[in-house]
């Protein structure tokens, strides 16, 4: 059960949640989803607000599904924006690797943002004070939300109910990420949560045994970083699949080898022709029933 001054959009998993909160310095919101979805964004705060304006944009972290958005609701309510202070230098020189734009075929509008926040800090929001927890694996500058009055984890990527985010830093040589991913969750157990509000997917109320999942996952991709870089190749093609809509499966092999983070991550761990990588994302995400074959194209089949 969620206060009545806040208000959950679960979106489709192109596009991160946004928590909308309303009272003390005016309306804020946690993360802007992605950029295709901008004006789908703007016309919930609309409705949501009733015409009103919105005060203040969080995020959690910056990649494109959580931050993508923000230029937009910028322009339209000229709200003041924060952001981890791990990601402002990323911001500032807009580093196409590091915040997985165009290295990975996702997009974003550049923005400006008006302050930070670090782990340690408290942040009012909708009449709630939230505790700044540091949530570093999928990425390493990223933060969750903790109100311990409410017992509302805003878990961003850390948490699903079924998972968390791909752990990008792990695959491309940081021997750490996978310990700082397994920190993160048990910060997660150690704190009183009743609800937890995720990035992606429905919001849920115990965290055990989404915890249990997510600790046998993680201990699955530590013993086997390849089990993970097939993973991760599969998400990022459902990802380009969600915003594009549809991919000739005769260019699929070129597309593996012209995008960076693709072909990188195949010549690190999957090390298949561009041909067979091709061949087995059609066929495993095929079989997944992910996507399917629409003429020549492949199409998704999972919510955008």
């Known amino acids: 059960m969620l206060p009545e001054q806040l208000q959950v959009f679960e979106r489709g998993w192109l596009s991160s949640n946004n928590v909308l909160m309303r009272g003390g310095d005016g309306a804020a919101l946690v993360d802007s989803s992605y950029v ?36 937009a ?3 339209a309510h000229g709200c003041r924006t924060t952001i981890p202070a791990g990601e402002a230098p990323l911001i500032d020189r ?51 939300l903790y109100a311990p009055q409410e017992r509302i984890l805003i878990s961003a990527d850390a948490l699903w109910e079924d998972g968390f985010g791909v752990i990008f830093p792990a695959l491309f040589g940081d021997v750490t990420a996978f310990a700082e991913t397994r920190a993160t969750l048990e910060s997660i157990a150690r704190i009183d949560v009743r609800t937890v509000i995720p990035g992606h997917g429905r919001v849920f109320g115990a965290a055990g045994p989404a915890l ?13 970083i390849t089990r993970h870089a097939r993973h991760a190749a599969k998400v990022m093609i459902v990802f380009a699949l969600l915003d594009k809509r549809r991919l000739p499966v005769a260019r699929l092999p070129r597309y593996v080898e012209e995008v960076g983070f693709m072909r990188e991550l195949n010549a690190r761990h999957l090390h298949l022709t ?12 095929g079989r997944s029933g992910t996507i399917k074959r629409d003429g020549d194209d492949i199409v998704p089949l999972v919510r955008a």
């Open 36 to 71: 295709a979805h901008a004006p789908q964004t703007l016309a919930l705060l609309e409705h949501a607000l009733g015409g009103g304006r919105l005060a203040r944009l969080v995020n959690t972290h910056c990649h494109s599904d959580h931050m993508g958005g923000n230029r």
């Open 73 to 75: 609701i910028q322009e």
């Open 94 to 144: 807009w580093d196409d690797r590091e915040l997985v734009l165009g290295f990975a075929d996702q997009r974003a509008d550049r923005f400006r943002y008006d302050d930070t926040i670090a782990p340690g800090d408290t942040l009012r929001l909708g009449d709630i004070d939230w505790q700044v927890l540091p949530a570093p694996g999928h990425d390493p500058h990223a933060v969750m």
């Open 212 to 224: 249990e999942r997510a600790f046998r996952r993680l201990e699955g991709y530590d013993r086997d």
């Open 274 to 285: 561009p041909e067979a990588l091709a061949e087995w994302l059609v066929a495993d995400l």
